[in-house]
Nanobody
Framework: QVRLVESGGGSVQPGGSLRLSCAAS????????MGWYRQAPGKQREWVAS???????HYADSVKGRFTISRDNAKNTMYLQMNSLKPEDTAVYYC???????????????????WGQGTQVTVSS
């Protein structure tokens, strides 16, 4: 009923920039907090940044000052602008969102926590 799709990953040199997008689709009523997470090879998934429905943002110390999270509520889309990328930023990046949606069988509201499929970011010279 709800799907999150990330895009914008790729390979860049250290110091470069990338912009990730996360588009939500389906029978969406509203989206609450949204966030970005990442998982490097051999490591646990870690939180990167989050944004509330009202636009308040929070960042992990490792990305503060380099990454900017934003969202367009009209488009049900979240972004992550990543600047000054470092090799240690290499990971699969996942988006996450708390969503209220219309249930197919009775059109009443349901809620759930959803993840995208991930997009690879590689920072290497």
């Amino acid at each position: 009923q709800v799907r999150l799709v990330e895009s914008g990953g790729g390979s860049v040199q250290p110091g470069g920039s990338l912009r990730l997008s996360c588009a939500a689709s389906g029978s969406i009523f509203s989206i609450n907090a949204m966030g970005w997470y990442r998982q490097a090879p051999g490591k646990q998934r870690e939180w990167v940044a989050s944004i509330t429905s009202g636009g308040s943002t929070h960042y992990a110390d490792s990305v503060k000052g380099r990454f900017t999270i934003s969202r367009d509520n009209a488009k049900n889309t979240m972004y992550l602008q990543m600047n000054s990328l470092k090799p240690e930023d290499t990971a699969v990046y996942y988006c996450n969102a708390g969503v209220r949606y219309y249930r197919d069988h009775d059109s009443k509201l349901g809620s759930g926590d959803y993840w995208g499929q991930g997009t690879q970011v590689t920072v290497s010279s």
